[in-house]
């Protein structure tokens, strides 16, 4: 049977599990129990049954029609990847999942994983006017017949020297917070939280080196961690001591009974609403406050910043030898899209203490760069043409810091035409806007994110995704809670985040434009008695500067250009091979 048979086969199954529950509809998150946005394919429910393999979505299914809803970056994949004789594709910000249902199943009982949803989505759906039926079989899992095991990899200690902090003086930290509030427990799913609390780290996922498992933490210090004991590395389980239990993750339900009684914190937008509902019907009094590991785990300290720092400057090694490569055989017609990607990765794999990936690298020639997380397939691989646009988005894991940089190069041996310089200068000059803001203390993504596109704006341009998101200490890619987009939560930014600069521009069926560096917050000098900040680059690559415009650049901007590449060219080229430094003077050389 074709895949797409296999889609409609499994989309009738569902249908049929769906009537025998006696219900109209349900929903089928992209998330798995986690809430994240990588899922292990044991998880993977949403693309087993559609076939749409984006990082955000969901599927309403109902008995005579079906629709999957993504945003901005995956207008294109959604169409590509699934059906249109099956599914209905959605913009999940046009079309909301919830105004959707309630148009087109009024009064209608939908079913949902209580496990796959968190409280603050569900009030969405709920808020529209639907019954929302909990279900205690995932609906997708009770067909899904040859589902892959859950992921078992070891769990490991992040050595102390690369964390900063000692488990046990975060521990007392974040249990001295909740002691403030008046909390005796907090209930953490974000396994983030859990490596970053606990200083480990595992392998459950491809490209983030976490381990999947819950933990409960106590207003003494003590945790409760859910996740299989012969899966814990013997130093970490040392560096546990007496104040961290290792439980069987079956018995998580009994532990949260146990809280019965007790006032436990829930972050109602981030954790699965099964932990609410199921400490509710307990009797424990549910505290609906974020994460309180989040904001400490996303300011870096010194420790965590010297090796974000070390970490971007080895992996511009590999970046800047594929960059020359790039410039030698990009006109000849002899790369793919595959085959580029495969070579960055293998210069990554060169360098000391590389981990793998931190995303599958985004590698797309021509108008597949319009496609925002493109993903070149065997079936959709295609040739660097001479003269067009490549755009490779990828990232590194290291044990001292994660990566992710995002370069847009021409292929052709002269410059570009002025169009296209155009459009890729006006995306600079948004990326250099946020690189040099200086800021007050307080300010918070949504409102800077307007100066990434005020010369896009002028031109009656856009992009249609954040200018920024949070990046981990050799943990998540993107990590919250703070982002520079106008649809995010106004977290205000502090001192030690790390952030991504990357502003765009996307012509659909032409080309796509992103130029992306990763940003490190610290303290600035500014007039007036108020704190300022300012953001650090932590990214070394050059821009292709064929693709840059001088004369649409002011004379600072021009100036940031070619002080980034000075800083570029006096910081990594001496670690280049010899045959790759002469290029990159070269690609540092001062703006004609």
Not at 205 to 229: C, E, H, K, M, Q
Not at 497 to 510: D, I, K, Q, W
Not at 530 to 540: D, H, I, V, Y
């Amino acid at each position: 049977m074709s895949p797409m048979g296999d889609h409609a086969e499994r989309l009738a199954a569902l249908r049929r599990h769906i009537a025998a529950l006696a219900l109209d509809g349900v929903i089928v998150p992209h998330a798995d129990e986690f809430l994240g946005e990588a899922a292990p394919p044991s998880s993977q429910r949403l693309a087993w049954l559609t076939g749409f393999t984006g990082s955000a979505g969901i599927a309403v299914v109902l008995a005579h029609r079906a629709a999957v809803f993504s945003d901005g970056r995956y207008v294109l994949q959604l169409a590509q990847q699934t059906d249109a004789a099956l599914w209905e594709q959605r913009h999940v910000i046009d079309d909301p999942p919830p105004a959707w249902l309630a148009s087109h199943a009024p009064g209608g009982r939908i079913g949902y994983d209580p496990k796959l949803i968190a409280a603050d989505g569900l009030a969405r759906f709920t808020a529209a006017g639907l019954e929302m039926v909990p279900i205690e079989t995932d609906p997708v899992d009770a067909i899904w017949s040859d589902r892959p095991p859950s992921p078992a990899a070891p769990i490991v200690l992040h050595p102390l020297e690369l964390a900063g902090k000692a488990s046990a003086e975060k521990r007392e930290e974040i249990a001295t917070a909740l002691r403030k509030a008046n909390q005796d427990a907090a209930v953490l799913t974000d396994p983030a939280s859990v490596a970053w609390l606990l200083n480990l780290r595992g392998a459950d996922l491809p490209n983030t080196p976490f381990a999947l498992a819950f933990a409960i933490l106590r207003a003494d210090g003590s945790v409760d961690l859910f996740a299989d004991a012969a899966r814990i590395a013997p130093d970490l389980r040392e560096s546990f001591g007496n104040a961290v239990s290792v439980r069987p993750p079956d018995e998580l339900a009994a532990a949260l009974d146990a809280l019965a009684g007790k006032r436990v914190r829930v972050d109602p937008a981030a954790s699965p609403v099964w932990f609410s509902q199921r400490l509710r019907a307990a009797g424990a009094d549910v505290v609906a406050e974020p994460d309180p590991c989040a904001l400490p785990k996303a300011r870096k300290n010194l420790a965590e910043q010297y090796g974000m720092r070390v970490a971007h400057a080895r992996d511009a090694i590999a970046v800047c030898r594929f960059l020359h490569g790039l410039d030698r055989h990009a006109h000849l017609g002899t790369e793919t899209e595959l085959s580029a990607a495969a070579q960055l990765l293998a210069l990554r794999a060169e360098l000391p203490g590389f981990r793998g990936e931190s995303f599958p690298a985004i590698s797309g020639a021509g108008e597949h760069g319009a496609i925002i997380h493109y993903r070149a397939t065997e079936a959709s691989d295609r040739t660097l043409h001479p003269d067009e646009l490549y755009l490779i988005d990828s990232g590194g894991q290291y044990p001292d810091g994660t990566t992710d940089i995002t370069r847009t190069v021409w292929t052709g041996r002269g410059t570009a035409p002025a169009s296209v310089r155009a459009d890729v200068t006006r995306v600079l000059k948004g990326h250099i806007a946020i690189a040099t803001l200086v800021f007050p203390r307080g300010v918070a993504g949504p409102h800077i994110d307007a100066f990434a596109r005020r010369a896009l704006w002028d031109a009656g341009l856009d992009y249609d995704h954040g200018t920024g998101h949070g990046v981990g200490s050799y943990l998540s890619v993107h990590e919250g809670p703070a982002s520079i987009s106008r649809n995010a939560r106004p977290i205000p930014l502090e001192i030690g985040m790390v952030l991504s600069n990357e502003p765009g521009l996307y012509r659909p069926g032409a080309y796509g434009i992103r130029l992306e560096n990763l940003l490190l917050v610290e303290e600035a000098s500014n007039a007036g008695d108020r704190p300022w900040l300012r953001f650090a680059t932590l990214t070394l690559a050059p821009f292709d500067r064929r693709l840059i415009d001088p004369g649409l650049l002011d004379p600072a901007e021009r100036a940031w250009v070619d002080a980034y590449h000075a800083r570029v060219l006096a910081e990594i080229g001496p670690t280049l091979p010899p045959d790759d430094r002469p290029w990159l003077a070269a690609a540092c050389a001062l703006l004609a």
